[in-house]
DNA sequence: TTGCTTTGGTTGGTACTACCAACTATAACT
DNA sequence: AGTTATAGTTGGTAGTACCAACCAAAGCAA
């Protein structure tokens, strides 16, 4: 597992594709959750953005989307509709359910934020050739897109 | 960006690579996440357990690491060294300096957790033959160890 | 050596995250 | 209609993470 910056020591470049995987993940997550910062939001804020950027939701669908419980989305949204980022209305069809999109300003934020992820990214994909970018984005997709048929 | 699960729809499945980085990202996050809350851990105790699996680290190099202010690793450290996870000691070289260093059982639950991560990742990395698994290791491996000379 | 600065860590206070249990209200089922 | 299920909220707790203020040991300077 080995979550730290340098756990697999030099030399072996192939590494162990375990640490790779965990090893990206937090260099990613640490990049968004600073990111995030720089915004003055947390990183689930920034996934609710990034989630509402291109839906409107209701409760129940952004619970199924972040695997929370829904009196901290309760929570999440209430304080970052506080913060005018998103709104929240009555849906027409249920009566029992609310649903969430972003606000102007929230959409904003959330075009800024792709924008700098993007170059983030970028940086990161550097020391990659062209065709070993598309390779890796090959090799995700394909491990990932199983988990949301 | 596009944080959420199914952010790319079907078809594309070279994806984009943002979208595919931040997304195998949260997946991994997630899986460690859940991996954390089934061994009763925070996300971030789970990455001092790792981190510590093979190191005997002062409270400053420990905040290197995880990249959080020290009043933080203050506090998860002494929540942790309560639950007997790991120990604090005085630094012999330096009167100011704590030394963090993993208990017995905190040994045992880091080794539990190495185990059902690899089980995790062999289950994510399914999907893929051998040869892309190699190829994905390699890409990750490239892409990551320029941050960590 | 004495005094100033830097470094290593802790303490106290705040805001947020995330959970659980209990609750209200609408919808769906029989 | 009456029961059950679903959608969200509220209240309470523990943990995360920050900041500012602090103490003590170490390093450096005059």
Do not use: W
């Not at 952004?62 to 009555?90: F, H, M, N, Q």
């Amino acid at each position: 597992m080995s979550a730290s910056r340098r756990s697999s020591e030099a030399g072996q470049v192939e590494g162990n594709l375990i640490d790779m995987l965990a090893q990206s993940a937090f260099v990613t997550m640490g990049a968004l959750t600073r990111l995030a910062a720089e915004n003055d939001l947390s990183l689930t804020q920034l996934r609710v953005l990034a989630i509402l950027r291109d839906r409107r939701l209701r409760m129940s669908d952004l619970i199924d989307y972040l695997g929370l419980e829904k009196s901290t989305i309760t929570g999440l949204v209430a304080r970052a509709e506080k913060r005018g980022l998103l709104c929240r209305a009555p849906n027409a069809a249920d009566g029992r359910a609310i649903d969430v999109f972003l606000s102007e300003e929230g959409r904003a934020h959330a075009e800024r934020l792709a924008a700098d992820l993007a170059r983030f990214v970028s940086q990161l994909t550097d020391v990659l050739t062209v065709a070993e970018r598309d390779q890796l984005g090959i090799l995700l997709g394909k491990m990932i897109t199983p988990l949301h048929p």
